[in-house]
């Protein structure tokens, strides 16, 4: 399978912490994304980071990649309750072309107790 | 700024009837259009992809399928539903571009129930 994992797949934290969660992949990549998935709706796009790039920042948020070791990781600050949600992983998959064909993580559970 | 709808947003249907579920895309032209299916606790699956009218990729074969009659319409069909199609399932759009890549667009999903 070329589905990338994430870990851990559950995380428990107090508001105020910081929450990372990690991502390894398979395939050579064009770029990564990770997205956020409130329980029982759509997924929103976090932050998108290039094979090129190796730290990403947007607000909150933190990324990093390294495609040496083909895995990236995600860091929320300063967390709130309202972080709580399911936080996904996305490649390309390194192709080319119209489409834009994402092969999503297995998610990281984030809980943020108040 | 462009939308993308999707419905019904659940449903359950007995082992053996017919599916359609339908997502819309306003505001942009010419949109990939993709379908997810996501298992409890899992991840997305890719099941079809669609990069104009009439033109649909399937990634895994299975009972459903997929058609694009109009630009910004993409429905997900079957004929006999079975257990296994019970799931989540998402639409979503993205700019048709090249190798860089960019971000899917998600409708808020479709919870499909087979008993």
């Known amino acids: 399978s070329q589905q990338g994992e994430e870990d851990p797949q559950a995380l428990s934290i107090q508001e105020g912490e910081n929450a990372t969660m990690n991502c390894s992949y398979k395939t050579s990549i064009n770029n990564l994304q990770w997205y956020r998935q409130n329980s029982g709706r759509g997924l929103v796009h976090l932050i998108l980071?290039?094979?090129?790039?190796r730290e990403k920042h947007s607000g909150r948020l933190r990324v990093t990649l390294d495609t040496s070791k083909k895995s990236s990781s995600l860091l929320i600050t300063a967390s709130r309750a309202a972080d709580t949600a399911s936080y996904f992983c996305?490649?390309?998959?390194?192709?080319?072309?119209?489409?834009?064909?994402?092969?999503f993580g297995t998610g990281t559970l984030l809980a943020v107790q108040p | 700024s462009q939308t993308i709808h999707q419905w019904p947003a659940t449903l359950v249907q007995p082992v053996g009837s017919p599916l359609s579920l339908e997502c819309t895309v306003e505001?942009?032209?010419?949109?990939?259009l993709y379908w997810y299916r996501q298992a409890a606790g899992r991840g997305l699956q890719l099941l079809f992809y669609?990069?104009?009218?009439?033109?649909i990729s399937s990634e895994v074969p299975q009972n459903l399928s997929a058609s694009r009659p109009q630009d910004r319409q993409f429905i997900l069909s079957s004929k006999k539903l079975l257990l296994s199609d019970s799931g989540f399932y998402l639409c979503?759009?993205?700019?048709?571009?090249?190798?860089?890549?960019?971000?899917?667009?998600f409708g808020e999903g479709s919870r499909l129930t087979v008993l």
């Open positions: 980071i290039r094979s090129n790039e």
């Open positions: 669609s990069v104009g009218i009439g033109q």
């Open positions: 996305a490649t390309d998959g390194g192709g080319g072309g119209a489409t834009n064909k994402l092969i």
């Open positions: 979503a759009w993205s700019v048709r571009q090249g190798a860089r890549g960019g971000e899917l667009f």
């Open positions: 505001g942009t032209s010419n949109p990939n």
